[in-house]
């Protein structure tokens, strides 16, 4: 059976997910962001060759190219084995469902799209005008929100318990994103078990070898 090779943007937090999933299931893959795309531009051939809808990240394995984070990870804890990546009973399953569908669509939306990326994007134009600061706050606020509802399944670990699974490999990455940022922090002390389950998240092997190593740029200029 062939290497997995997994495409992707070194400092995207999907791509981490991915990652993270074969690290924590236990197989080899590379990694290859080269000509793959760069953030805020529009996606480079080499990349549309693999997903026609131009996003990262990607996985190729022997004949099968799959696109989509969620997709990828399901297929990497059922082709290979090693550690299950989620709950075995019916119920629990379909709750991961929810958890990876919560992440995936308003999560992300949230913390990265309309929070992350903005602050780390934002020209000084853009950060001069009075309403970049309130639409910040108020994504801020809906952000603490959300949290809020997610923190008390967080309570005995991770959202399994002690099987770290797919939707904490989404969730886990974005929280580092958010950290990073004016806000983010206070944002998590009131969340206390998110906030403890992402300290458990860093001092694992899979998080410490991915870690995006935010440059000083970036956290100066958010």
């Known amino acids: 059976m062939s290497k997995v090779i997994i495409y992707g943007m070194p ?3 999907l791509s981490r997910t991915v990652r993270i999933a074969c690290i924590e299931k236990q197989i080899s893959f590379e990694f290859r962001t080269k000509g793959i795309q760069s953030p805020g531009a529009e996606p480079t051939p080499e990349l549309l060759q693999f997903n026609p809808f ?9 004949n099968l190219v799959l ?12 082709a290979f084995d090693g550690p299950l990546l989620r709950p075995v009973r019916k119920d629990k399953v379909a709750r991961m469902e929810q958890w990876i569908s919560v992440a ?21 134009e853009q950060r001069n ?4 600061a309130v639409r910040m706050k ?3 606020d809906l952000i603490a929100h959300d ?3 997610l923190d008390p399944h967080y309570d005995d670990g991770w959202l399994f318990g002690q099987r770290f ?7 886990m990455p974005m929280i580092h994103y958010l950290k990073a940022m004016p806000g983010g922090p206070e944002i998590l002390a009131e969340v206390p078990n998110l906030d403890t389950a992402f300290k458990n998240f860093q001092a694992r092997h899979s998080a410490a070898v991915t870690d995006p190593l935010l440059p000083d740029r970036i956290l100066r200029t958010a």
């Open 11 to 13: 400092r995207s937090s």
């Open 138 to 140: 108020r994504m801020g």
């Open 129 to 132: 005008d009075p309403g970049f």
């Open 104 to 124: 995936t669509t308003r999560l992300d939306t949230q913390i990265l799209r309309q929070f992350v990326i903005p602050m780390v994007f934002a020209d000084t």
């Open 147 to 149: 949290l809020k509802i």
């Open 67 to 78: 696109y989509e984070t969620s997709a990828i990870c399901r297929y990497i804890d059922d």
């Open 54 to 62: 131009g996003k990262e990240p990607v996985l190729v394995h022997d």
């Open 165 to 171: 699974t797919i939707p904490d490999m989404l969730i």
